[in-house]
């Protein structure tokens, strides 16, 4: 933001901010209690029948929660960039944002009458759900460049997502009331979606009190085909592709790790349930580590980016999920050698729930980085086009990689299918060595909008 000395304007700023951040408080009651923590087991444990005798009886139920998601993101992938420039041309990012937000608390809330073998009903409930979700992911994040000035971002996405983690666990907190995940108990499980829903809709109002609508005029008449205009300019984006060579080169980058993001985030405590067999205790515990993790990371890691650069920072977050990835797939054999050098008598499920922190550490710190270098590469007549297009990129390979996981996780093992996850961080990693960050941000200082 520019160094302004009116005590007033950055009280104003920092309110707007402030409204902003609580965006992230908020939604993070949906991502966290329905697609990570508490309904992704409800639905792949008791809403889908389990397959008596198989080796892993939930495998149809992974199944279909991933191609629930899987569906929900290929829609956003249609919408996001022409929404994204709908909202920069009509100046109206606050109308989609709020649109978007009701439409999550809607779905969520109608989480309540899903009933054992409901499945339809709950794939659909959750893919509009998340879809509502992951479009105002989208609409909030292209406000960010107009939030500060491009040196300001990293620390500014980095508030948000450490915030939003908190939100995270406020809401956990009131699921966890419901008690255990059983068919006896499915009366009090299925109030999990109006908790959330009710949780999402009251903590997002300052948003809407706080955050200001950018207006930038393009001297158009209001009298015209938003859609049309939309497409228009999604297609010129992409025609002067070659002047943003480096955003183009981070989105590909950006592909592979939103496509690892997905699978953990949607399968993190399916994993520990299924795989390493963690217990209520564990899984309080994880989720806790995970929350407090993610915040450290989302803070940390923003305070580096504006450091030493967002591209480093970013890359710094990809070698962190390898080494995550490595210590998860050997917890077995690491947790023996630990017991034998050090005579301890630690478990797998706990030795599993520490090393969990590194990926909550990781969840903040990439996420915050991924956006806030979209943030620096973005002129601000077009942030979000260039932010939908972040949501393509990112909506995309979160479809891509929970439709291959999904598959995949028929044919071997659980554990087995998560090398997949190393591998989509790996590449990533290799194709980010490409971008230039300071020919990334002089393109998008240099750019003029043609009228």
Known sequence: MSKDKNPEAKKKKNREIFGWCMFDFANSSYTTVIISVVYCEIF??????SEVGSDNPFRMGNTLWAWALAASYLFVVVTGPIFGAITDYSSKKKLFLFLSYIGCVIATFLLYYVEPGMIWMGMILVAFSNFFFASGENF?????????SKEDLGKISGYAWGIGYFGGIGSVAL?????????DNFENLKLV?????IFFLIAAIPTFLFLKEPHLPLGVSHKVNYFKIGKDR????????????DLMIYLVSLFFTMAALAIVISFAFIYGSQEIHIEAEHKQAMFIFIQIAAAIGALAFGVIQDSIGAKKTFNLTLVLWLVTCALIYYVHDLTSIANEVLGKNWTVQWVFVFISSLAGMGLGSTQSASRALVGIFSPESKSGEFFGMWGLSGKIAAAAGLFLFGYIQTLVSLRNAFLVVAFFYFLSLIINFFVDEERGVEAANRFQEKT
């Open 234 to 245: 999604v297609i010129q984006t992409l025609k002067d592709a070659r002047n943003f060579k």
């Open 44 to 49: 792949t444990r008791l809403v889908v029948p």
């Open 193 to 197: 979606g109006p908790y959330t829903a």
């Open 140 to 148: 909030a994040s292209s406000f960010l460049p107009f939030l500060g």
């Open 175 to 183: 699921a966890t009331t419901l008690g255990d995940y059983t068919l």
